[in-house]
């Protein structure tokens, strides 16, 4: 690994080239990079935050700072990547990888295909081994910062993950790092049973109806977990990460919160993507 003093912001601009593409699911293809520099990726796993920068039409990065080394921290790039037309704006989606291996120099990210395909998902059905990208990630160099890490459980000894397709990868990574006498439940819903088998073995799923939208199928597990939750099982020893799309996982946190009383400290949220359009990048 390279070795150098820290960078000035946590995280690193890393281009990478496309070595392997896979269908692990119906609705999942699995996207292997491979860059000189990813041994500096940091391999903190969870439900770790990145950006994948995909290029424009011609196949280039649009010069708005990103790929100064060391990278800048991104009220600078990103200021001046709002700023392009966009038309000359490369699209950036977030996600979790589902395996880092700094050794071969290689990150996983597993694509879930959303229909109708938005950019993201159209990129992951054409991509071709060669294809040249830029992934935005933790470094290293920096050692440990936390940042774009939500999972942060404490003490809690009973853990609740609640999670739609977009939040497999990150659940399958949380679960990994449990212990195997963790107590832990997953409320998992999906449009195809099948991408479920992505998800650790006992987890709980729906298969969500298309006429119910998105989220519907967690709001019902939910609401069935709290039925049969008794008010002293949900203080302190209890922790909640709830991830998907945006409406569902706003509508879930304020059941808990509002319904059952769980504190708020107690529950890490996060909209992965938005019904009708995508979130601020």
Request: charged share 20%.
């Amino acid at each position: 690994m390279n070795v150098e003093s820290p960078r000035p912001w946590a995280y690193t601009a890393f281009p990478v080239t496309v070595s392997a593409i896979a269908q692990i699911a119906p609705n999942f293809i699995r996207v292997t990079f491979t860059g000189e520099t990813l041994d500096c990726f940091a391999p903190w796993g969870l439900d770790q935050r990145i950006k994948l920068v995909f290029p424009l039409p011609d196949g280039s990065i649009a010069d708005f700072g990103l790929l100064t080394d060391p990278t800048p921290h991104p009220s600078h790039w990103y200021a001046r990547w709002r700023q392009l037309p966009a038309h000359e704006r490369n699209v950036l989606r977030t996600y979790t990888p589902s395996g880092v291996r700094p050794e071969a120099r290689e990150v996983d990210v597993d694509v879930f295909i959303h229909h109708p395909a938005g950019p993201a998902s159209q990129w992951a059905q054409d991509v071709e081994v060669g294809d040249r990208v830029v992934i935005n990630g933790p470094d290293v160099r920096n050692g440990f910062t936390g940042y774009g890490l939500h999972w942060d459980p404490g003490t809690a000894d009973e853990l609740l993950l609640i999670g739609d397709e977009t939040a497999f990868p990150a659940i399958a990574n949380i679960h990994r790092s449990l212990g195997e006498g963790a107590k832990v439940e997953i409320l998992a819903e999906a449009a195809n049973p099948l991408d479920g088998n992505l998800l650790p073995t006992g987890a709980r799923s729906l298969v969500r109806e298309p006429i119910a939208g998105p989220g519907s199928g967690l709001e019902t597990l939910t609401r069935e977990w709290g039925g049969r939750r008794a008010p002293e099982d949900l203080g302190e020893n209890l922790y909640i990460w709830i991830a998907g799309e945006s409406g569902a996982v706003t509508r879930i946190r304020r059941y808990l919160t509002k319904d059952l009383g769980i504190a708020k400290e107690r529950i890490s949220f996060l909209g992965y993507w938005k019904t009708g359009g995508p979130l601020v990048a």
